[in-house]
């Protein structure tokens, strides 16, 4: 099989390559290396699995190079994006460009190509924008929590994405998570859109706007103050990229049942946490305290995000393996073993 990840030198772009690489398929990454990161984890690709990978300068802003790249490919994995909210409000049109354009030319090339390619997109939660914080909340000690019965399992892929207020960026990925489906529909292309919840894992490089628990982990490993933006107290779902390499696995295995759809991909209700208790587990590991600094809530921050997860197991057979404690332990692992790429 022969597979394209776009914004491949990304975190999850370049675990994605390594996961499929390791099954012996031929993997070619696209990527324009703006990230941080993205020219070690190009590197660390080439010194493990030099065989069987293909690395392109892509951007995929560039439509005839994205309709060259896409022939011939059995699959496709579409990772790049621009992908903060602040960096979407600052920059609104390089954001739209990226996200809105970058994936209709991903979709239409793969409509051109005329091999019928499955794609998965790297959907968001944040499609689902502000109505998330109509939910009822209870307030404990250490988190927040869904009050209302309905969403104890998480927020569903029915929930109404049609409230006003949207970040950009949540504009752009939903709009995108349009396109995806729409041409799986119109054209036949067998497309599915992961709206993903909060994943780390190894090769993330996090920083405050953008891949939150890496983030944390490398500041408390490197001694230095966090910014808690609100009390603390808000939940995500985490999910381990090993986790969702599985899912698209499987994704792919049912591609025909799957096609011209969207599910939630995060860590569901058994696999949460509020920054408050990721500060708490991380001082277990360091045997040491971390400093913090709160400040007011950000616009439309959403005190509780979990992801209701139970429509990916029902239909593709699929749910998380890793614990958030397991999986913190082996992010704290990588990044002391690879500190020099953090200062």
């Not at 939910?135 to 409230?163: H, M």
């Not at 603390?232 to 986790?243: A, E, M, N, S, T």
């Not at 995000?305 to 197991?313: D, G």
Request: overall charge neutral; hydrophobic content about 35%.
């Amino acid at each position: 099989m022969t597979i394209l990840i776009t914004g491949g030198a990304g975190f999850i772009g370049s675990n994605v390559a390594s996961y499929y690489l390791s099954k012996g398929q031929e993997v070619t990454i696209a990527d324009n290396l703006s990230r941080a990161g993205a020219q070690s984890n190009v590197e660390w690709l080439k010194k493990n699995h030099g065989r069987g990978l293909e690395f392109v300068n892509l951007d995929v802003k560039d439509a005839e190079s994205v309709n060259k790249i896409v022939k011939d490919k059995d699959m496709i994995i579409h990772t790049a994006a621009q992908v903060t909210v602040t960096d979407s409000v600052t920059n609104p049109r390089n954001d739209m460009e990226i996200n809105v354009l970058g994936t209709f030319n991903v979709m239409e090339a793969a409509r051109l190509s005329n091999e019928n390619p499955f794609v998965i997109f790297t959907s968001t939660n944040k499609v689902y924008g502000d109505g998330i914080n109509n939910i009822p909340l209870e307030e404990t000690k250490t988190r927040w929590k869904f009050a209302d019965q309905n969403y104890i399992s998480g927020v569903p892929e029915s929930f109404t994405t049609d409230f006003d207020k949207h970040s950009p960026y949540g504009v752009s990925k939903y709009s995108a998570d349009l396109y995806v489906r729409d041409f799986s529909h119109v054209y036949g292309i067998p497309a599915v859109c992961f709206r993903q919840s909060c994943i780390y894992g190894t090769r993330q490089f996090g920083r405050e706007e953008q891949g939150w628990l890496a983030h944390f982990i490398i500041s408390s490993i490197l001694k230095r103050d966090l910014n808690i933006y609100g009390d603390g107290k808000q939940v995500r779902d985490v999910l381990f990229i090993d986790d969702l390499c599985r899912a698209m696995d499987m994704a792919g295995d049912n591609k025909s049942s799957v096609r011209g759809k969207a599910y939630n991909i995060g860590g569901g209700p058994d696999n949460t946490l509020s920054l408050l208790e990721l500060i708490d587990i991380l001082e277990g590991i360091n045997g040491s305290r971390i400093e913090r600094k709160f400040f007011d809530w950000r616009p439309a921050d959403q005190k509780v995000y979990i992801s209701n997860i139970s429509r990916a197991k029902k239909e593709f057979g699929w749910e998380p393996k890793t614990s958030p404690i397991n999986g913190i332990n082996e992010v704290h692992s990588w990044v002391k073993d690879n500190i020099g790429l953090f200062k």
